[in-house]
């Protein structure tokens, strides 16, 4: 017992000596599982519940960065332009899903600003978030198709 007592006592010391952990944030897509999306990924476009158009994303955050009071806003550029309607979100613990090492955010969507699917259906867009709070930046150039 005497050695497991040390050791408890030597363990605030081991982790400040390791210092803070840098947070990471990945774009991804998925509405029940994250998915990680890398530059030049197709992403599925979705007809939705009202009339308009949009792709589903997603959040993987590692790190501390505790994820209550944080505002994510996601967007989509085209060759600098932007293609969207403004998304933001307000997150609580209760909204994020926890990782071994952070926190993910399903089912987001960003909204396009586009009269019928064939204004983005085959455009490579650049698509972004960022994390207010932990000022966290991520944006993946997709190409949009149709699955």
Same mark, same amino acid.
């Given at each position: 017992?005497?050695?497991?007592?040390?050791?408890?006592?030597?363990?605030?010391?081991?982790?400040?000596?390791?210092?803070?952990? +840098?947070?990471? !944030?990945?774009?991804?897509?998925? %509405? *029940?599982?994250? %998915?990680? !999306?890398?530059?030049?990924? /197709?992403?599925?476009?979705?007809?939705?519940?009202?009339?308009?158009?949009?792709?589903? #994303?997603?959040?993987?955050?590692?790190?501390?960065?505790?994820?209550?009071? &944080? &505002?994510?806003?996601?967007?989509? +550029? +085209?060759?600098?332009?932007?293609? *969207?309607?403004?998304? +933001? #979100?307000?997150?609580? /613990?209760?909204? &994020?899903?926890?990782?071994?090492?952070?926190? /993910?955010?399903?089912?987001?969507?960003?909204?396009?600003? &586009?009269?019928?699917?064939?204004?983005?259906?085959?455009?490579? !867009?650049?698509?972004?978030?960022? #994390?207010?709070?932990?000022?966290?930046?991520?944006?993946?150039?997709?190409?949009?198709?149709?699955?």
């Amino acid at each position: 017992m005497d050695r497991y007592n040390r050791c408890m006592k030597m363990l605030p010391l081991l982790l400040a000596a390791c210092g803070p952990v +840098e947070e990471t !944030l990945a774009l991804g897509t998925g %509405t *029940s599982a994250f %998915t990680d !999306l890398a530059d030049d990924d /197709e992403v599925a476009l979705v007809y939705g519940p009202q009339g308009g158009w949009h792709v589903d #994303v997603a959040l993987l955050c590692t790190g501390d960065l505790d994820p209550d009071g &944080v &505002v994510v806003r996601y967007g989509a +550029e +085209e060759a600098g332009v932007p293609i *969207s309607y403004p998304v +933001e #979100v307000q997150l609580a /613990e209760a909204l &994020v899903r926890p990782t071994a090492d952070g926190w /993910e955010r399903l089912g987001d969507r960003v909204v396009f600003d &586009v009269a019928a699917d064939t204004d983005v259906l085959g455009a490579t !867009l650049d698509l972004w978030a960022t #994390v207010e709070g932990g000022g966290l930046v991520e944006t993946q150039r997709v190409r949009v198709q149709v699955r």
